[in-house]
């Protein structure tokens, strides 16, 4: 065995220590990946894994780079853009992607996409 080879081993030994953890962590991202659209929160996501959400969030995000939380705003925000790009309505596309306000999508948008949803909207409808 190479000297890369056993660099890789020890570290996944020290990343990934215990197997059962790390199925819990991608079993919990493949829920958020299936309820995104729903009102879940960490509690719902870390009891799904059967992990302490704390513990839950430091372990998320060493395997992913980021929080569940910022991970869910991630999906909602890609879908939401699916959705305008298909010409629905501002409104309609908030409550579709799982936010409660109007107002937070849009800056949760805006802040992550550079642009706010009603532009990528008009821009989608006037190319179609």
Do not use: W
Request: include cysteine.
């Amino acid at each position: 065995m190479g000297y890369y080879q056993k660099h890789i081993i020890s570290l996944k030994a020290l990343l990934y220590a215990k197997e059962y953890i790390t199925t819990q962590v991608v079993q919990s991202k493949q829920y958020i990946d299936h309820h995104f659209t729903e009102n879940i929160s960490l509690a719902d996501i870390s009891a799904k894994a059967f992990i302490s959400k704390f513990y839950f969030i430091r372990l998320f995000k060493q395997y992913y780079g980021c929080t569940p939380h910022q991970y869910l705003i991630q999906k909602r925000i890609a879908y939401a853009k699916q959705l305008l790009k298909q010409g629905l309505d501002v409104k309609t596309v908030c409550m579709l992607c799982g936010f409660d306000s109007k107002t937070t999508f849009t800056g949760l948008y805006k802040k992550i996409t550079g642009s706010t949803p009603a532009t990528d909207r008009r821009k989608a409808i006037s190319k179609n």
